[in-house]
């Protein structure tokens, strides 16, 4: 069975976690602003009914995830220096 290409606020709330009320406030800035903001839409004239393609939905998550340039942390694997663990003494008889 393959995956639906439309998809609809609840089956996009449900397969990415996306909230609806989230989808809504994004389509209420790009009309605001004039410029896209979130997935594409698709809104058929005269309803209160909104579809979203997957690929929309997929590249959206792609291109605006947050992506930081952070350097990795110094590996102190090969470090063959002894550990600073506290060693206890063994008992005497």
């Known amino acids: 069975m393959s995956k639906p290409i ?15 009320r989230a989808l809504a406030y ?8 004039g410029t896209q903001v979130g997935p594409v839409w698709i809104n058929p004239k ?5 579809l979203y393609r997957r690929e929309s939905i997929e590249e959206w998550l792609i291109r605006d ?8 942390l110094q590996n102190d694997k090969n470090d063959k220096s ?12």
Not at 46 to 50: M, V
Not at 65 to 72: A, G, I, N, W
């Open 6 to 20: 439309l998809l609809k606020p609840t089956d996009i709330e449900a397969e990415y976690g996306i909230k609806k």
């Open 46 to 50: 005269d309803t209160n009914i909104y």
């Open 65 to 72: 995830t947050v992506k930081f340039d952070v350097p990795e």
């Open 26 to 33: 994004m389509r209420e800035c790009t009309i605001d602003k």
């Open 82 to 93: 002894e550990q600073n663990i506290l060693k206890y003494q063994k008992k005497t008889k």
